[in-house]
């Protein structure tokens, strides 16, 4: 009981941030669906076109799916990291908060790298004012990318690290509020090394597909969360992948 006590407002603060954001870019999708394309704000096609404005809504755009899409399977290190503060005594609120924003402020710097992306792929013609791809070669080559990476060591090594919260913690425990961010960081950088390369298949299902949100996010727990060997889970998503990025090029 004590545990719960101490563990559900933290989830009940995560789970309000993750329905926050999915309300936001629900709205957004009924929003482009709705309106006509004239009252519509889009991101220019031409790179020179693009001003503050441009790089600001579509990096909130990206910070809000990274909210929506990343917190859902990091729930489980979070509650873990609760765990352990509680049973050291050692405000349990503060420090796990502290942990939340240093991970998702490593996927918020991810979110810039993925804006300035976007950038460079409406100045390429690979995606349409609405964002979606509209170019099968960079489709696929997303995918291939995608693919081959669940096959390499360092996706395996940081799927270990997020499928194993109390072994992460284990080895990388720091005390007091610095080592609660530095820990927070430290498991944004493995969980944006296990998935950065999934992310980017936004870009060959539409940036604002909603349903490819949510099963990407699935896809994200299920890599997690299943008792799985990390290695046989990344293979089987990487075959997947490619098979996806092949059927792109003959169909």
Request: proline share 5%; glycine share 6%; with cysteine.
């Amino acid at each position: 009981m004590a545990r719960f006590k101490t563990q559900s407002p933290i989830l009940a603060v995560v789970l309000a941030v993750i329905f926050a954001a999915w309300g936001y870019l629900f709205y957004q999708h009924i929003q482009m669906a709705s309106q006509p394309m004239s009252s519509m704000w889009m991101p220019p096609s031409e790179p020179l076109a693009w001003g503050f404005t441009d790089f600001a809504l579509v990096y909130f755009m990206w910070a809000v799916m990274m909210a929506a899409m990343m917190l859902p399977s990091a729930i489980p290190m979070i509650l873990a990291f609760a765990q352990v503060c509680r049973r050291q005594n050692r405000a349990p609120d503060k420090l796990t908060y502290l942990f939340i924003s240093a991970y998702l402020g490593v996927w918020l710097g991810f979110s810039s790298a993925l804006t300035l992306l976007q950038w460079q792929m409406h100045g390429l013609a690979w995606l349409s004012p609405m964002m979606d791809n509209e170019n099968l070669i960079s489709a696929a080559g997303i995918l291939f990318l995608a693919g081959f990476y669940q096959f390499m060591p360092t996706k395996n090594a940081c799927l270990v690290h997020c499928k194993t919260p109390m072994g992460f913690l284990l080895n990388e425990w720091q005390d007091g509020a610095a080592g609660a961010f530095n820990m927070g960081v430290k498991h944004g950088v493995y969980c944006v090394g296990c998935c950065w390369a999934q992310m980017l298949i936004m870009f060959v299902v539409g940036v604002m597909n909603l349903l490819g949100m949510a099963l990407m996010t699935l896809l994200f727990i299920s890599e997690k969360s299943i008792p799985l060997q990390s290695k046989f889970i990344c293979r089987i998503v990487g075959v997947a992948f490619l098979a996806w990025g092949v059927f792109l090029l003959i169909a």
